[in-house]
Nanobody, 131 residues
Framework: QLQLVESGGGLVQPGGSLRLSCAAS????????IGWFRQAPGKEREGVSC????????KYADSVKGRLTISRDNAKTTVYLQMNSLKPEDTAIYYC????????????????????????WGQGTQVTVSS
């Protein structure tokens, strides 16, 4: 059973930056596509970004394009979400999630809009953007 652990959340002023990390408790995220999702108070959870297990394909929600960057380390133990130019509306609990990719076709892509694909979820990390 894959267990995911997020870190890096906190309080930041508008225009500031944060880097979130997502790691597997057993050390490897190989052969998993990873997505970042967020849920603001009173709102539904939404997809923010995803990265394929190959690391070559990424996808972003329109609301974060140009400000957030997803990446994974070469050892495939950690996935990062670099968040720049943060806005108050980015305030939310951020979750990382994963689904297995059993073949090369699946390993070359990811989906950020289909939360039902993601079988494994972390506990979440709070991001607050406020002056």
């Amino acid at each position: 059973q894959l267990q995911l652990v997020e870190s890096g959340g906190g309080l930041v002023q508008p225009g500031g930056s944060l880097r979130l990390s997502c790691a597997a408790s057993d050390g490897t995220l190989d052969y998993y596509a990873i997505g970042w999702f967020r849920q603001a108070p009173g709102k539904e959870r939404e997809g923010v970004s995803c990265i394929s297990s190959s690391g070559n394909y990424t996808k972003y929600a329109d609301s974060v394009k140009g400000r957030l960057t997803i990446s994974r380390d070469n050892a495939k133990t950690t996935v990062y979400l670099q968040m720049n130019s943060l806005k108050p509306e980015d305030t939310a609990i951020y979750y990382c999630a994963a689904y297995g990719t059993p073949n090369t076709r699946a390993q070359a892509m990811c989906v950020v809009t289909l939360m039902s694909w993601y079988a494994y979820w972390g506990q979440g990390t709070q991001v607050t953007v406020s002056s």
